[in-house]
Structures are given as structure tokens and as C-alpha cells.
């Protein structure tokens, strides 16, 4: 069972960035990054095609497009959000997300098969 390792997040100022790492143990097709905040519904953010080393398709949430970048190691599955011009509606627990299968819509959580424990985001106006 592959599993996942996160590191990253904190607290910043509207306007700042922050980076977040995610590794998982073995093979995935995909990994990315969902959010959640308190009282909504979890919201896929930005999520990578993992199966290559190089190149491969990305989705991003709107809200995100021109903000955040979601890039791969092509030395291992290790994938990176770099967060910026972070706004307070960015706030919330953001969990990384892998999956061992292909198909479905990337950015719909129901189709991912392994979970990170999320790391905290906070962003202060």
C-alpha cells in the first residue's frame, strides 16, 4: 500500500507563499492536493499526472490557475505546490491525495485511493 509523507504549510500574510512537499513510498498515477476548510466541502486544488517522469497533464482548481504551481521530482514521486499571493480564503487543512488507478475527474476526491493527514495553511488579511 503505497502511502503518502507531507511537509509544509504554516501561517502567512495575505500576499505571502508558502510551499508544500508531498512523498509518497511508491508508484502513483496521480497525486495532488486537496483543501478543506472548516464547515466546506473538500475541494480539489491541483493535481499532477505522476506516471511520467517528465512533462505529463495538470489541473488546477480556478480559484488557483494563476497562483499556484503543482511540479514532480522526476527522481522520485515526490510532488510540490508552491503557493503564492496566498489570500485568507485559501486557508484550511491541505491534504495531499494519490492514486494508484486511472480514469475519473481529477479533481473529484472520490477518485483517489490514498490520503496524506494534511498540513495546516493559514492566512492572515
Known amino acids: 500500500q503505497v502511502q503518502l509523507v507531507e511537509s509544509g504549510g504554516g501561517s502567512v500574510e495575505a500576499g505571502g507563499s508558502l510551499n508544500l512537499t508531498c512523498s509518497a513510498s511508491g508508484t502513483t498515477v496521480r497525486m495532488g492536493w486537496f483543501r478543506q476548510a472548516p464547515g466546506k466541502k473538500r475541494e480539489g486544488v491541483a493535481i499532477?499526472?505522476?506516471?511520467?517522469?517528465?512533462?505529463?497533464?495538470?489541473a488546477y482548481a480556478d480559484s488557483v490557475k494563476d497562483r499556484f504551481a503543482i511540479s514532480r521530482d522526476p527522481n522520485n514521486y515526490t510532488v510540490y505546490l508552491q503557493m503564492n499571493n496566498l489570500q485568507p480564503e485559501d486557508t484550511g487543512l491541505y491534504l495531499c491525495a494519490a492514486t494508484t488507478e486511472n480514469g475519473g475527474v481529477w479533481l473529484d476526491s472520490r477518485n483517489y485511493n490514498v490520503w496524506g493527514r494534511g498540513t495546516q495553511v493559514t492566512v492572515s488579511s
Open positions: 499532477k499526472w505522476t506516471l511520467r517522469a517528465t512533462g505529463g497533464l495538470i
